[in-house]
């Protein structure tokens, strides 16, 4: 059984930062791309950014790029997501999501799912 637990929610500021991590166990890190999604009250589940397991390459959903940077440590099973600059309309439970195979920006292509984390950005 896949196991995600995500970390480093909070109450910031605008334009503040925050990082969050999401550590996975080894098995299913090291054969997943990553990814992380985030949820708005009243809203669907919306892809922010996702990293190829190979090479590290990422995407980003444009309403969050050049402000969040998504990265992986293999050694450390985790994945995080830097987010800097942040607006009140990045408030959402933020999940993080693992996959076999190549990394998708659309939610139930993912099989494994942490709980999530609550980010509130105050204005």
């Known amino acids: 059984q896949a196991q995600l637990v995500e970390s480093g929610g909070g109450l910031v500021q605008a334009g503040g930062s925050l990082r969050l991590s999401c550590a996975a166990d080894?098995?299913?890190?090291?054969?997943?791309?990553m990814a992380w999604f985030r949820q708005a009250p009243g809203k669907e589940r919306a892809f922010v950014a996702n990293?190829?397991?190979?090479?590290?390459?990422?995407y980003y959903a444009d309403s969050v790029k050049g402000r969040f940077t998504i990265s992986r440590d293999n050694a450390k099973s985790t994945v995080y997501l830097q987010m800097n600059s942040l607006k009140p309309e990045d408030t959402a439970v933020y999940y993080c999501?693992?996959?076999?195979?190549?990394?998708?920006?659309?939610?139930?292509?993912?099989?494994?799912w942490g709980q999530g984390t609550q980010v509130t950005v105050s204005s």
């Open positions: 999501a693992a996959r076999v195979g190549l990394p998708q920006t659309v939610a139930n292509e993912y099989a494994y």
């Open positions: 080894g098995r299913t890190f090291s054969t997943s791309a």
């Open positions: 990293i190829r397991r190979s090479n590290g390459n990422t």
